[in-house]
């Protein structure tokens, strides 16, 4: 029961700005979104989450609409080592109190020089 | 450095034979989890605990065991029940379950079928 929708593939050259969007049109109110990516054989490394505001750190920016429905991660200067796949998350609470995060098939981002 | 170990890097079965993937973590978390991954795909829950001595089935826990004995390990034995084992197997951990936490992954075990 995938709870988010992303394209399959995006490119972008290095240097540029990588914008990887995300619907998430039936996200509750207290649902967080959380942004992944996972480099070829390796495990997934947490990007950055937020709630209602914009975000930023020091890998990405979080941008979420008014709405909620949708939110755009930003990579600002992509380079070679940010061609990964992407996750966008939104928080799952299974039975017991448990959250658990679902992992869909993600965006497959390729930075070309 | 804090992190997590996962091992074998790599681990190849017979058929019929059980084999236990390890992981450890330093982080002090409370919460740890197993995942599958298949070529092109996302990742599917197999199991978790919140705490020591406790864990609940995931999504696809059918073929495989697991036990939580200490806070920093966790274990995932694949059984000979599990017919198509051949994955990517992920174990990550996180500070607790209660409140959604980013998580911590390992660098994985790549099960294969002699």
């Known amino acids: 029961d995938a709870k988010t929708t992303q394209p399959t593939s995006m490119d972008c050259a290095e240097g540029r700005a990588a914008n990887l969007p995300c619907n998430h049109s039936?996200?509750?109110?207290?649902?967080?979104v959380y942004w992944y990516r996972q480099i070829h054989s390796q495990g997934p490394q947490y990007i950055i989450h937020?709630?209602?505001n914009n975000e930023t750190n020091e890998m990405a920016s979080l941008i979420i609409t008014e709405d909620r429905k949708s939110s755009t991660l930003i990579l600002p200067h992509a380079t070679l080592r940010d061609t990964a796949v992407y996750y966008c998350i939104v928080s799952s609470v299974q039975s017991g109190g448990s959250y658990i995060p679902t992992f869909g098939r993600g965006t497959s981002l390729i930075v070309h020089p | 450095d804090g992190g997590i170990t996962q091992s074998p890097k790599y681990l190849f079965r017979k058929e019929g034979q059980n084999v236990t993937l390890s992981c450890e973590q330093n982080?002090?978390?409370?919460?740890m989890y197993w995942y599958r991954q298949d070529p092109g795909q996302g990742l599917r829950l197999i199991y978790y605990?919140?705490?020591?001595?406790?864990?609940q089935k995931g999504d696809i826990a059918e073929g495989y065991s697991v036990s939580r004995e200490k806070k920093e390990s966790f274990p995932l034995t694949v059984t000979s029940a599990q017919k198509n084992p051949t994955a990517f197997y992920l174990c990550?951990?996180?500070?607790?379950?209660?409140?959604?936490?980013?998580?911590?992954f390992g660098d994985g075990t790549r099960l294969s079928i002699l």
């Open positions: 982080l002090n978390h409370d919460a």
């Open positions: 039936t996200i509750s109110g207290n649902e967080y």
């Open positions: 937020g709630l209602k």
């Open positions: 605990s919140q705490i020591v001595n406790d864990f």
């Open positions: 990550a951990s996180s500070p607790t379950g209660r409140r959604f936490q980013p998580q911590h």
